[in-house]
């Protein structure tokens, strides 16, 4: 007798950009939170290949970053068999419904976003098509998983409103077709920024390799950069207006050590910020020293990971073949 399921779990898309390796922002601000949901939802997350060329990448270089990432992602604790962990260009259905998406997109609306003008500003040589369209291609991601929610650090919340705008404009046009997602922001780790500029986030694309904590840098590095981190004037590690750089600093402790502001400011008053920055440099280097040595043992193993991308790939495939298929029903194509 066929089982019906009335209690299926939530559904969880999302994805990182191979451009370098991870720094901090990225692991705290989203996959922290990957691990996390794994056990309560049905987890499907992507290295997203296919969104890093909107800037240009040396073909080496990238393909290196793919396999590191995806090994990244085990190393964290992801279960490939649990969760759907995949390299985005494995499942070509990504790029199809990001065509037909972008045809229920309005130009308008793709030249309000923020990031498309951030980055033609920094790439003012290579303004592609590829990086307008870019929010349609996060879309169709999501929407092909029919996602519940989206783990994202703040930067990405306007790309993810527009993901919602399409699938309720599909929806209305169409009948039910898609999911419409929620964000899932983690309020203190959202928005990560740079240890030498405080006002500005934390970027893979940033030059200055001070301003980033990569997730493989070395105890040595970690606390290096730390100790150079822009602070201010004053004396005092408390959390409040106008000390952007402590704050920072007080959100990337909080997270590795799952201490509150509170006791955070406990702990070091009357302390410099000399002291604190070591702790701070000392905590991070401890948090991502599991993730670190159990990456080295997977790196070395490239048919272990080439085994996991072909697992992750037919989960992909698998999972959305019927979405698509009745996304090209409702727009009118035949379906053979
Ligand atoms: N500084 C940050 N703080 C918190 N979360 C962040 N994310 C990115 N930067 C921060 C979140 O990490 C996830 C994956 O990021 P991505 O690689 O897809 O996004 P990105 O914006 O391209 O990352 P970068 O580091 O800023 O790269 P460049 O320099 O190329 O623009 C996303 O959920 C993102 O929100």
Redesign the pocket.
Same mark, same amino acid.
């Given at each position: 007798m066929k089982q019906i399921n009335n209690n299926p779990k939530k559904k969880i898309f999302? @994805?990182? *950009?191979? /451009?370098?390796t991870?720094?901090i @922002?990225?692991?705290? @601000?989203?996959?922290k939170n990957w691990l996390k949901l794994q056990d309560e939802y049905e987890c499907t997350y992507s290295i997203?290949d296919l969104?890093?060329i909107t800037?240009r990448q040396d073909p080496a270089k990238l393909r290196k970053q793919i396999m590191e990432s995806f090994a990244l992602l085990i190393a964290m604790g992801l279960d490939p068999e649990k969760s759907t962990v995949f390299v985005q260009g494995h499942n070509p259905r990504h790029a199809e419904l990001s065509w037909i998406l972008s045809c229920y997109t309005q130009f308008g609306e793709l030249s309000r976003m923020t *990031?498309f003008k951030?980055?033609s500003k920094k790439n003012s040589d290579n303004i592609n098509a590829g990086l307008f369209t870019y929010p349609v291609l996060m879309a169709a991601d999501i929407l092909l998983y029919q996602a519940d929610l989206?783990?994202? @650090?703040?930067?990405?919340k306007q790309h993810l409103e527009l993901a919602r705008n399409i699938a309720v404009r599909f929806n209305n046009a169409y009948g039910e077709t898609f999911t419409v997602p929620e964000p899932y922001i983690s309020k203190s /780790?959202? %928005?990560?920024?740079?240890l030498q500029d405080p006002f500005a %986030?934390?970027? %893979?694309?940033?030059e200055n390799p001070n301003s980033?904590v990569s997730v493989l840098d070395d105890r040595d590095t970690i606390i290096r950069k730390f100790k150079r981190a822009v602070t201010d004037s004053d004396k005092e590690i408390c959390y409040k207006e106008g000390k952007d750089g402590i704050n920072n600093l007080i959100s990337i402790y909080s997270a590795a050590t799952d201490k509150s502001i509170e006791q955070i400011e406990k702990e070091f008053d009357g302390k410099g910020y000399g002291d604190f920055k070591i702790a701070v440099g000392e905590a991070v280097s401890d948090m991502l020293k599991p993730m670190q040595e159990r990456f080295k043992e997977i790196i070395k193993d490239k048919k272990y990971i080439n085994d996991l991308m072909i697992l992750g790939a037919e989960k992909a495939q698998r999972a959305t073949f019927k979405t698509l298929k009745k996304v090209h029903k409702r727009v009118g194509f035949v379906v053979l």
């Open positions: 999302s @994805g990182i *950009q191979p /451009t370098n991870p720094h @922002g990225n692991y705290l @601000g989203a996959m997203v969104h890093s800037v *990031q951030d980055k989206v783990p994202v @650090g703040i930067d990405q /780790t959202a %928005k990560i920024m740079s %986030k934390m970027s %893979k694309s940033d980033s």
